[in-house]
């Protein structure tokens, strides 16, 4: 980082004290900046660096509930409404035990410049609560999200603020959500909320959007080289949403994927995954990956190691921050790794990204690889304000169209700052100055 730099960031370390995951956030995008500072001094003049660090909106709340057994039970509810100058604030709620508002900092920090690389008119914002909806009843799960609405749809709306799922937030959430502020409010206002089912206002390709985005922004890398995903060998982390659309997007450009996993362990199945099965274990029956084992011969369970020791040419994380550390890094350079995708928020640890960036691995940062999901949630928000359906193939070749887009401006920026093919920098670089122009365009506000 930058002499210039080490100011405003001291001060973020100052008024955030231990948040070190927001930390991380920060000075990963601050260490792309200096080129930027000196190129346009308006920047440091204006206090943007300081300003967009700040969050313009910091909500915690009460969640009470009462589980099964008739048990009051508390939470804490989040929501931090970062940063405007684009448009509404935009990102997901995160139902997982690890959230605190730290990690809800991190996250908003980064959908701010994830959201402007897709090019559409959105914020950036992020929420959730420490509530764990695993083995909670439906009825359960209900009462939470009621509960947690009730507080949340004062702060909401299709112009101000518009929630997605994230972590422990699926179809099943968001139909409480949004049935919760359709009983409060009084109003049908689909556009307050993404990710719903497709009867009631939501968007095909929404499901797969995040995965698929992820495998298109490493398939576009590849291309840069005169290669693609045909034929080749790919390890994917998590075995949720994001991951199995992974899987799926993968396979269908000619991907074998071997790996998935959760948090009893990873599975390596060298025929290919097999997505029908995966999908009714983790979507009906909301199984572990255990379940997979016992009803798919060949593949086995490894409860130790890591998932990055199966040598692969492709590597997608897409399961948590942080679960690629450098260790992981030197296994996957080892194994002659060509392209590793974030399909997850900040997967990698900063030691595991230096590394892979030194050794010449095509690296797509999270903010560029994963922008598909809420891309495709700012589709579903405009097909809610024309009150409109688009096709699965329309909607999914704008899907790829975005991608495309982000994949060409990161690279196109990457050379502007004179580190060709660094996509680290182009998605930094790119994603701030598009919201630093707007926030002085705005005044100082």
């Not at 509530?131 to 209900?142: I, N």
């Not at 080289?225 to 998590?238: K, Q």
């Amino acid at each position: 980082m930058e002499d210039r730099l080490q100011p405003a960031f001291a001060e973020v370390l100052r008024r955030n004290p231990g948040e070190v995951e927001f930390h991380q956030a920060v000075r990963e995008v601050f260490e792309s900046l200096g080129p930027v500072l000196r190129k346009n001094p308006q920047y440091a003049e204006a206090a943007v660096l300081e300003r967009i660090c700040e969050p313009e909106r910091q909500i915690i709340f009460r969640v009470p509930w009462v589980d099964d057994t008739g048990r009051v039970r508390i939470n804490r509810g989040f929501r931090v409404e970062y940063n405007s100058a684009l448009g509404p604030f935009k990102g997901g709620l995160r139902f997982h035990p690890s959230v605190y508002l730290g990690i809800v900092k991190f996250l908003g920090f980064e959908q701010i410049f994830k959201n402007a690389l897709t090019g559409l008119p959105i914020g950036g914002g992020k929420g959730g609560s420490d509530f764990d909806p695993r083995g909670r009843s439906d009825g359960e799960v209900m009462r939470f999200c009621q509960s947690f609405m009730t507080e949340l749809y004062r702060h909401i709306g299709e112009y101000t603020d518009v929630p997605a799922g994230d972590i422990g937030v699926g179809a099943r959430e968001i139909g409480y959500l949004f049935g919760q502020y359709k009983r409060i409010t009084n109003r049908y206002e689909s556009g307050v909320l993404t990710g719903k089912g497709l009867t009631w206002g939501g968007s095909l390709v929404r499901k797969e959007a995040t995965g698929y985005g992820s495998v298109l922004f490493a398939q576009s890398m590849l291309g840069t080289v005169g290669e693609s995903l045909d034929g080749r060998r790919v390890s994917i982390s998590g075995s949720g949403n994001v991951a199995i659309y992974a899987a799926e997007k993968a396979q269908q450009l000619g991907g074998r994927v071997v790996t998935f996993s959760d948090s009893s362990g990873y599975v390596v199945d060298e025929a290919g995954v097999d997505l029908s099965l995966l999908k009714e274990i983790k979507e009906v029956e909301r199984g572990r990956v255990s379940d997979y084992i016992a009803r798919r011969p060949g593949a086995r369970l490894v409860k130790d190691g890591s998932i990055w020791d199966v040598p692969t040419d492709v590597a997608l994380p897409c399961a948590t921050q942080n679960e690629l550390t450098e260790a992981d890094a030197k296994q996957l350079v080892a194994n002659g790794v060509r392209a590793v995708a974030e399909g997850a928020n900040m997967p990698s640890t900063p030691e595991a990204v230096a590394l892979l960036r030194e050794a010449g691995v095509l690296f797509g940062p999270g903010k560029a690889a994963n922008a598909g999901g809420v891309a495709t949630s700012a589709l579903e928000m405009q097909q809610n304000a024309s009150r409109d359906s688009w096709s699965f193939g329309h909607t999914e070749d704008r899907l790829a169209e975005i991608m495309v887009s982000i994949h060409d401006n990161c690279l196109a920026t990457a050379d502007e700052y004179d580190v060709p093919g660094d996509y680290v920098v182009g998605a930094n670089v790119r994603g701030f100055t598009q919201v630093a122009d707007a926030m002085i365009a705005l005044g100082v506000v």
